[in-house]
């Protein structure tokens, strides 16, 4: 068996947010698979097939990647920001687990990418300076309770936290529950950063006071950071900005 | 004023995980300022100046780093892995804080970069693909107390967990604590990963089960990755494949 896995992060959007170890892989790769969106950042060249699907089918997805590989081809499975945040690579090694037992002696590689929250970070400041979380606030995989469990504990470990998928159509209401529980819990001074598609043409990045802050100021394309305690505002002409200190109290 | 300054993370250790967007910043650069061994990562050219100094220097470094993009200079800061996650751009934001008015119109951005616990998670498989947090076990800037509490909180609230700077010549008892703590919470299965100087030519990177732990087993250079309740091992011919999964029950 001389076929490869590689998972790669493609980062938040822009090409020079991509590593030259990712480019590396893709250059090499005979079949790159992904989510339709991400698998077309990747450029056509003679020699290399593309495979995009939905999204929702990463278990498909990461099986077919993988039979790929068992067949000797040389396999880049594409994901935005870093594969092991919130993105394929969990699900290539749930596939891999639950396959047939050669799949275990592939060559599989995880290359890491810049996930959103950085780039999130990066644009406002510093708001992850200090210990942080950072929670799916998609109920797809998990309960309810388990988030509002998790952003109970994470205020009160004075955590900052980032938000990853916060909101989308068919959950309209999450991220409406988790702004009410913060809303009740934390000071009114707290800043919150909604940072939609960095470094893509798309990008939009604004800090608004937790009493201010509404769902509809999140979708799909938003990654959210929450300030702990500690976090400061500084103001200036433009954009402010957002960090929290190297210490604690 | 028309200098700028650029605070840039040089990721983990290898020249291919510097972004292209950092290579840029670096290429423009007349001054580059950071600890000495991340100055050193930085390839000498005529017309930029190197500025090294020492650890806990953060604060004086910053304060020379704002001076000198006041003064008109195109300034560059390193750090290793990303310069928002337990790095510069928060002892530069201090800085300007505190600092003299005119420092807040300086054109000042952060570029992120590929931080520690990513590559180590990368190197180990996908343990962070599901909540996590990031905490920095130094308790230079922090009271122990509150490393402690956070410690608990993030047990109770199952998340995986990443340790920055877990243990140094001049700390040598918080991480045995910590590692006490651990294995009086969580089931004995709960594999932790210890990567240190991932991506350089010291790279090594060892999955243990949590009672096995000790304290001897990281230094300053390592980042300790603990699986939450739900994180998975996959035993192979070779190294182990550790991953957390997308779902949570």
Sequence with gaps: MTGTLTIVGLGPGADDLITPEVQSALAEAT????YIPYVARVADRPGLTKHASDNRVELDRAQHALGMAADGRRVVV?????????????????????????????????????????????RAGAPLG???CAINLSDNLKP????????KLAVEADFAMAFYNPRSKARPQG????LALLQKTCADTRPVIFARAVSTRDEQVNVVALPECTAEMADMRTVVIVGSSQTRVIHRTG????????SAP
């Excluded at 079949?31 to 992904?34: A, F, K, T, Y």
């Excluded at 954009?239 to 190297?246: E, G, M, Q």
Aim: hydrophobic residues 50%; charged residues 20%.
């Design 31 to 34: 079949d790159v698979v992904g």
């Design 78 to 122: 594409v994901s935005s920001g870093d594969p092991g945040v919130f993105a394929m690579a969990s699900a290539v090694f749930e596939a891999l687990e639950a396959g047939p037992a050669e799949w275990r002696g592939l060559d599989i590689r995880v290359l890491p990418g810049i996930t959103a929250m950085l780039a999130a970070a990066a």
């Design 130 to 132: 200090h210990d942080f």
């Design 144 to 151: 309810w309770s388990l988030i509002e469990k998790r952003l």
């Design 175 to 178: 991220f409406e529950k988790t």
């Design 239 to 246: 954009a402010p900005i957002v960090y929290t200190p190297r």
